[in-house]
Each structure stands twice: as structure tokens, then as C-alpha cells.
């Protein structure tokens, strides 16, 4: 119920209503013409995380080629072998086995991707699987599938 502020005289020679509640229809009201409500805009397409994170992921992969910060790609079924060092940004979506090093660079591990070798780099992001030591001078980054 909804009460403004009056003294109880006055609250007994109004009679109290709802917020909710409409007043009962007059005989002008139900002469007006009734128009039909307009349907609701259709909601737009809603993505599923899985579709987001993809998504996501793409786009940060082209800004960071575009911007030059992507010095080195491993693709999904790619499979190498051997001594990779780099400087920038070196992502890992295929298969690399050896050894990762970099004194200022960054180690991207994706989803998909598999590591088998002892990594010695500036930052690493691990959302992947890394099977060896990682020594990382500033941070790693462990995502929610490493």
C-alpha cells in the first residue's frame, strides 16, 4: 500500500489505495476505442561463452599479427620439434616439443595447444598444456583449461 504522509483524521476520510490497483472503468472510459499493443522487439541472438571466448580469442590473435606484438604461430595440427626462441609473442595452438626460450617475450599456450619442453620466457599464459619446468621472470597466467 502506498500512504503519504497525512494524519490519521485524514486517513479515515480518504479511502486508501493499492499503487497496483486502477479505478474501476467510468461509462466515457470503456467508450474509448481499445488499440493493440505493439509485440516486443525480438531479442537479439544471444552467443554461448563457448562462441564468445572463441570469438574473443580470434580477435586478439588479429590485433596483436596487425600490431606486430605476434612474432611466432604454432597452428592447430601443427607439430614441431627443436629450439624456439623468439622475442614479442610466440602462440602455441599445434604441438611443440624442445625448447622455449625468450629473455622478453611472451609464451601464449591455447586451448588446444600442447607444449613438451622446458620454457624460459618473460610472461606465460597457459591455457593449453605445458608438460616441463616453466621459469617465468615477471608472471604466468594459468586460464580455466590449463
Known amino acids: 500500500m502506498f500512504r503519504s504522509d497525512r494524519k490519521q483524521n485524514d486517513k479515515q476520510a480518504a479511502p486508501e489505495t493499492s499503487v497496483n490497483q486502477t479505478p474501476a472503468p467510468t ?47 604454432v597452428g592447430n595440427g601443427t607439430v614441431m620439434s627443436g629450439e624456439a626462441v623468439f622475442k614479442g609473442m610466440l602462440r602455441v595452438d599445434g604441438n611443440l616439443t624442445g625448447r622455449v626460450s625468450s629473455e622478453d ?10 607444449v613438451d619442453a622446458n620454457v624460459k620466457v618473460s610472461v606465460a599464459t597457459i591455457h593449453g598444456t605445458v608438460n616441463g619446468d616453466i621459469v617465468a621472470s615477471k608472471r604466468i597466467e594459468l586460464g580455466r583449461s590449463a
Open 27 to 73: 461509462w466515457q472510459q470503456t467508450a474509448q476505442a481499445v488499440e493493440p499493443t505493439p509485440a516486443p522487439p525480438a531479442a537479439a541472438p544471444v552467443q554461448t561463452p563457448a562462441q564468445s571466448r572463441a570469438f574473443s580469442e580470434k580477435d586478439a590473435m588479429a590485433r596483436d599479427i596487425k600490431d606486430g606484438v605476434l612474432n611466432g604461430f
Open 105 to 114: 617475450g611472451t609464451l601464449l599456450v591455447g586451448t588446444n595447444g600442447q
